[in-house]
């Protein structure tokens, strides 16, 4: 039998990384949607820059730990 259990430093980790996942993957379907506008739409508005700190990471990750937790 294997043991398929993660350590709490695993599983922080593991937590992290879909943060930063969720993150990326909002920004990047807010600039596909900036490029899919018409030329002289997109020509108008500037293109947004989306910046991911790691405080923005570890806000996320504790939205997605707190879910975890509920019971």
């Given at each position: 039998?294997?043991?398929?259990h993660k350590s709490g430093f695993e599983l922080r980790t593991d937590i992290?990384?879909?943060a930063q996942s969720v993150l990326m993957e909002n920004r990047d379907?807010?600039?596909?949607?900036?490029f899919q506008l018409p030329d002289a739409v997109r020509?108008?508005?500037?293109?947004?820059?989306i910046t991911i700190s790691s405080e923005d990471i570890i806000?996320?990750?504790?939205k997605l730990y707190a879910?975890?937790?509920?019971?």
């Open positions: 039998m294997s043991n398929n992290l990384s879909m379907q807010v600039m596909a949607a900036h020509e108008a508005k500037e293109c947004p820059i806000g996320e990750a504790q879910f975890v937790n509920e019971k």
